[in-house]
């Protein structure tokens, strides 16, 4: 449907969530990037597919860096329409799962204790 309607970019989002789900990273990546560039840099979804590429790239710690930041702008309502606990949760998993593959010993329990607290607030969003 997308490529007959070039307005319904909005598609490609969800298409990534389904891929990613699957396993298909490379179906993903590509419906991901296809979001980010459709959509205007100004728009907020534009900071949360950068954040995803970020992870996708094993780059956890941009991710968390590019998701503060847009935290730090939107309102509690906008937060969770654009599920950045749920993302935020997930980015820190992944650096503390980056970091314990070298070092078990060198995890950082605070970026535990933010990945769970951003988990359990996703779960209650």
């Not at 396993?23 to 459709?38: C, Q, Y």
């Amino acid at each position: 449907a997308v490529e007959l309607d070039g307005e319904l970019t909005q598609v490609w989002l969800p298409l990534y969530q389904l891929r990613h789900s699957l396993g298909d990273m490379d179906g993903a990546r590509e419906a991901l990037l296809r979001f980010h560039r459709s959509t205007p840099q100004s728009n907020d979804y534009w900071s949360v597919s950068q954040a995803l590429l970020a992870r996708l790239d094993g780059d956890h710690d941009a991710a968390i860096g590019i998701l503060l930041d847009l935290r730090g702008r939107v309102s509690d309502e906008r937060a969770r329409e654009l599920r950045l606990h749920r993302h935020l949760g997930f980015a820190y998993v992944g650096s503390c799962l980056d970091v314990a593959r070298q070092d078990p010993a060198s995890v950082d329990p605070a970026f535990l204790e933010e990945a769970q607290r951003y988990l359990e607030l996703a779960v209650q969003d």
